[in-house]
């Protein structure tokens, strides 16, 4: 637990790379949802971080990575913030925080399930421990709708898809309320898992 935030409010942070604003748009809606579940909530750019900034993830509670999909994968400017945080690897500084990760395409799939299988080995690397995204798939039945939570039926982390010819403000609603959803989960099992170390220590 971040020593300033006390038991009730994790701190969490939302570290992310976005080229053209669609993933920070996106970035924004995972904070609003740990924000609306009680976290206290940081968002970071990972291109342009500062050694301030590096400090406030290193004393988070949870760290929930977020990347654009570029050539199958994470991008360059995700990637370079990934190996800069390889001292930290060294170290433990993010050993059992809490993690957890969204990805964002051009196509429904633009091969983003293995942009997030990235995000999810750089928090076992550091050994953080993994929030799945935790909803049901949407829109995969006759009856179902590209409305749903969850449309593009991921597990691991959240998978939004932005047409590439729409601006930053047009990200899908449905991702965006996943994304919410995401967010929202993760400052819940931080606080949990808070709350479960607190119970341990005093029970000792
Ligand atoms: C260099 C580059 C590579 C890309 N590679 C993929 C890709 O592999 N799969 C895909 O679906 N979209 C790909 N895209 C499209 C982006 O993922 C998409 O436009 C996304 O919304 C960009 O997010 P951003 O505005 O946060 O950077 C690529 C875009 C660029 C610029």
Same mark, same amino acid.
């Given at each position: 637990?971040?020593?300033?935030?006390?038991?009730?409010?994790?701190?969490?942070?939302?570290?992310?790379?976005?080229?053209?604003?669609?993933?920070?748009?996106l970035?924004?809606a995972v904070?609003?949802g740990?924000?609306?579940?009680?976290? =206290?909530?940081?968002?970071?750019?990972?291109?342009?971080? =500062? @050694?301030?900034?590096?400090?406030?993830?290193? @004393?988070?509670?949870?760290?929930i990575?977020g990347?654009?999909?570029?050539?199958?994968?994470?991008?360059?400017?995700?990637?370079?913030?990934? @190996?800069?945080?390889?001292? #930290?690897?060294?170290?433990?500084?993010?050993?059992?925080?809490?993690?957890a990760g969204f990805v964002n395409?051009?196509?429904?799939?633009?091969?983003?399930?293995?942009?997030l299988?990235?995000?999810?080995?750089?928090?076992?690397?550091?050994?953080?421990?993994?929030?799945n995204l935790g909803l049901?798939?949407?829109?995969?039945?006759?009856?179902?709708?590209?409305?749903?939570l969850n449309?593009l039926?991921f597990?691991l982390g959240a998978g939004a898809?932005?047409?590439?010819?729409?601006?930053?403000?047009?990200?899908?609603?449905?991702d965006v309320l996943t994304c919410r959803h995401l967010g929202?989960r993760?400052?819940?099992? =931080?606080?949990?898992?808070?709350?479960? #170390?607190?119970?341990?220590?005093?029970?000792?």
């Amino acid at each position: 637990m971040s020593a300033a935030l006390g038991i009730n409010r994790p701190g969490v942070i939302v570290a992310h790379h976005s080229g053209w604003g669609h993933t920070a748009a996106l970035a924004d809606a995972v904070a609003e949802g740990a924000r609306l579940a009680g976290a =206290t909530v940081t968002t970071l750019a990972v291109d342009h971080i =500062t @050694e301030e900034q590096w400090t406030v993830l290193d @004393e988070a509670d949870a760290i929930i990575f977020g990347s654009a999909t570029y050539m199958g994968n994470v991008s360059a400017g995700f990637q370079t913030f990934a @190996e800069l945080s390889s001292r #930290r690897c060294m170290t433990g500084a993010w050993r059992d925080k809490v993690a957890a990760g969204f990805v964002n395409s051009g196509s429904k799939s633009g091969d983003k399930l293995h942009a997030l299988m990235s995000l999810s080995v750089l928090a076992a690397q550091h050994h953080m421990h993994w929030v799945n995204l935790g909803l049901f798939p949407g829109w995969n039945s006759s009856t179902s709708s590209e409305q749903d939570l969850n449309r593009l039926g991921f597990f691991l982390g959240a998978g939004a898809q932005t047409d590439t010819d729409v601006s930053a403000e047009q990200v899908h609603k449905s991702d965006v309320l996943t994304c919410r959803h995401l967010g929202g989960r993760v400052a819940e099992v =931080t606080a949990q898992l808070l709350a479960g #170390r607190a119970g341990r220590a005093a029970a000792a």
